[in-house]
């Protein structure tokens, strides 16, 4: 059996080297690095791929959203709702541009924000909320749109975790993760559902001026050449990196197939098990499996089954450990049980497009045995 990984991206790029190889060659033989043709390419395909009516290649995940929330105009002191169980970058950019980040707990069952705790937490000076798509399913878009309207607050739909992923509206309509709200941002991160060779990101907007906006914002503040009419950033997608996402994104329904398949796999495997609760399914969204994340029971030593695990070489990981409001840059006190159940609680096994029966077989049987 090959060697277990969190994520397998030199077997995932094995698969496909001939056809990568050569795009990148392109992009070397005719030196156009920056602003190349596969950018432009790479973004028509995948405003086509999500619906998105514009999408706005920048370096990484965390500049599209700082680019986003610059671009929505928000000001020092604007308070700006989040998650509590997210990634830091969602919080960090919003703290960086002298806006409050209002972090809100989550949902016990689907780990996303809770609609609830996002009306509570809005006051005259809110001006947006940020829903994170946590481990590849969207979050529950409808009540927050619902709430964003009557308060007239924008919505930033962090879709780093969750490309590709379909949220279905209570009318039957159906959306992409990152097309619903003012803006969505994504990664391309290596790891990630769609990732690249280093670091890229993109902004979807179905806004046309907000995207000249946006573009403006990402382009030192300038739409014509020499002429800043803002303080902007340069963030742009490398084009060898356009290059390689504009093949992986053929594939990417594919691998979503395998990454469902694998959970499929692990669900099975631990259904109905008392010491673990598998991840739960929305009917609201389909779910890309950016990660398998389990929920021990309380009182489960999480280390000790993680030092077992690595004892027979079953990767895991724990996503998060430490809730945004406990650390240190961005302590705020507060209410938020489920994200601290969470943190002390959730363990993520090994998820990826290139996993074989084999090995999850042996992750799963090994996993039961350390949790008996
Ligand atoms: C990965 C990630 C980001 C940041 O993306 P980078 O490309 O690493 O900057 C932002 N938000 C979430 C939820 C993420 O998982």
Known sequence: MKKLQMVDLVTQYQNMKPEIDAAIQEVLDTAAFIKGPAVKRFEDNLAVYTGAKH???CANGTDALQIAMMALG????DEVITASFTYVATAEVIA?????????DVHPEHFTIDPEAIKHAI????KAIVPVHLFGQCADMAPIL???AAHSLYVIEDTAQAIGAVYTFPDGRKAQAGTMGTIGTTSFFPSKNLGC?????AIFT???ELAKKLRMVANHGQSIQYYHDEVGVNSRLDTIQAAILDIKLKRLDDYAAARNAAADFYDQAFANHPKVKTPVRVTSSTHVFHQYTLLLSEGIDRDAIKAKLAEVGVPSMVYYPVPLHKQKAYQMDGDFPVTER????VISLPMHTEMDEEQLAYISQHFLQVLA
């Open 74 to 77: 928000l000001k020092p002191g």
């Open 123 to 126: 006051t005259p000076k809110t």
């Open 342 to 345: 969470l943190c002390a609680g």
């Open 206 to 208: 179905n806004d046309d």
């Open 146 to 148: 619902e709430i964003a």
């Open 55 to 57: 999408v706005i290649g």
């Open 96 to 104: 960086l541009l002298g806006l409050k980040p209002v972090l809100v």
């Open 197 to 201: 060779y280093g670091d890229g990101g």
